[in-house]
Every structure is written in C-alpha cells, then in structure tokens.
C-alpha cells in the first residue's frame, strides 16, 4: 500500500479541492499508480476475463457490461457503480475493480457511468443510478443476464450510490437486489467522525477533498440531510443484504462502521469488515495490495452466495 501511494505522490497530483471539477478529473489517480507500481516491478496485466460492450440507458447515461469468457446460459448480474465522490473519475478508473468482480463470481457486471456534479447537481447521480437498475431489470435478458438474479454494487460515492438505489426500489415496490456490496461509501455528512478526525490528512482521500466533493454535488446543505446522503440517519428497513468493506487509513471508515450497525439495528442481514494498513481506494488494486485480492475474495463470496 506505502508503494502504491509513493508512486501517486511521485505523479504530482495538485490538492483536488484547490481545483476546478474540469482541472481535477485529469489529475492521476490512485489507479495510474497502481499501474506504475506494475510496470516498475514488471508486475503482469491480470488475464482478461471479460469481454465488455457499451449501451446507452438514457440520453447522457451509459453503461459497460462486461461479460465472463465463453459464459453460457442466463447469468446473475452486478449492478456497479464507480467512486469520486458524484464528481471525478469515470468507468476506466475503476475498470480492475470491475473485472476483479467478474473474473471472481462469474456473474456480469454492468458499470454505470452516471452524470456528475457540478455541471448536474444531487439528485441528478442518484437518479441516473436507479435509472440504470431499472434499465438492468428491464433489459437483462437481451445480455445473457438474469433478471431474476441482480445485485448491485459501489465504491466510495459509488457505494452511497448503491445503497440508494435499494432505498429507491423499496420506496417505489420495484424489485429488489439480492444484495448490495458496499466499499467504503459515502453514508453520512458528517465531516467530524473519529476516521474523519483520525485521517483527515489521509491519502488519496482526505477530509478537505471530501469537504470539495460535498459542495460540487450538493445544492446546499438540506442535501447533505437527504437520506439519500445521510444513509446513516435514513429508514434502512426492509433493505437487502448487505457487505460492507471499509479500510483503516480512510476518512470514510467510520460512516461504513456505522452504516452497517444501522442496519444490524433495522433487521438488515450485515457482513462488515474493515481491511488493516490500506487506504482509501484499495479495493481494485488486487495486483499489488494483498488485501485488495482478500476483500476482493469476501465480497465475491457473498455475491455468489446471494445470487446462486
């Protein structure tokens, strides 16, 4: 992880929250990195298990689906939506996330690339999220997928995503996910938590940039009270089953722990583990961070175990 996170300051990133949106999504990311960490140690590409194609949903919103190798027959599929923070970053950042899934539950993943702030505002991500699982329920059948047998999963933003988009589909009696995975996300507006507090310098993701994402996706602060944010203050009953992945050097640690007390609390069956000595990010960085393939490893197993 120290390596992984040397070879990011070695690329020169500026602070993001001293940045434009437009000046912060071109900065390098914790997964060029990872892939100069790669091509330092002559560390091999993982094999390519899937092969991948593009639909659209809606004007503005696209997905990935990224399908296992000679799979055959109906396959459960894996909603997925990506991290930074409803702002930064797209469906090529967290693309070894993506196929770490698929290579390890055989299912199909399809990564959504919902609009981001500031140029669309909360609740235009969350929105565009739900839209995409509607889109997946509605049109599974025409990727080899089955609609009977869907999931969905995030990191970061992306996990708020996730959780909200089962919120969704309870409020509004649309079906269900078997499950939802749930990496570090974003489930509170609370920028003084212990981790926050703890790890308010922390890299790649500090208490400042979070303070940034905050104001580029939000309209105002009653946003940051939506439920849809404030995961940790929301009615959680009734949700699917859920894992949460949180990792130590993170300012987000505390909003997953919490998270998943809150729905223990709500009657949600809740798997919860926090990864030692990696960061923010770590979870896509199975080629190098040993704990990235063990969370990589938990979180396909209880994908599999819901959607067998």
Do not use: C
């Not at 809606?58 to 990935?64: E, I």
């Not at 079906?175 to 981790?195: C, F, K, M």
């Amino acid at each position: 992880m120290q390596t992984v996170i040397e070879a990011l300051a070695s690329l020169n990133p500026k602070p993001i929250e001293t940045l434009s949106a437009q000046q912060a999504r071109q900065q390098p990311t914790p997964a060029d990195a990872v892939m100069k960490v790669m091509r330092d140690n002559n560390i091999p590409m993982p094999p390519v298990t899937a092969d991948t194609m593009s639909r659209s949903v809606m004007p503005g919103v696209k997905v990935r689906i990224y399908t296992p190798k000679n799979a055959s027959g109906a396959l459960p599929v894996v909603v997925y939506y990506h991290g930074g923070g409803w702002v930064i970053a797209n469906l090529d950042t967290y693309d070894a996330s993506v196929r770490g899934l698929v290579g390890k539950t055989g299912a199909i993943v399809v990564s959504v690339a919902y609009r981001q702030g500031p140029e669309h505002k909360y609740p235009t991500a969350h929105n565009d999220s739900f839209a995409a699982y509607q889109w997946v329920l509605r049109n599974a059948a025409s990727f080899k997928g089955d609609p009977q047998k869907v999931a969905v999963a995030g990191e970061s933003a992306g996990g708020n995503l996730a959780a909200a988009v089962s919120m969704m589909a309870r409020d509004k009696k649309i079906a269900l996910p078997r499950h939802e995975l749930l990496v570090y996300p974003i489930a509170g507006y609370d920028l003084n938590t212990p981790s926050y507090q703890k790890n308010a310098q922390a890299k790649p993701l500090n208490k400042p940039m979070m303070a940034w994402f905050f104001e580029n996706y939000l309209r105002g602060t009653a946003d940051g009270k939506s439920p849809l944010i404030s995961l940790v203050n929301a009615n959680l009953k009734g949700l699917p089953p859920t894992t949460i992945i949180t990792a130590e050097i993170d300012p987000l640690m505390s909003d997953g722990s919490m998270l998943a007390d809150k729905l223990r609390a709500a009657g949600v069956p809740t798997k919860y583990q926090n990864y030692t000595g990696v960061t923010h990010e770590f979870f896509g960085m199975a080629a190098v961070v040993p704990q990235a393939a063990q969370a990589q490893d938990l979180a396909a197993a209880e994908l599999k175990k819901a959607l067998q």
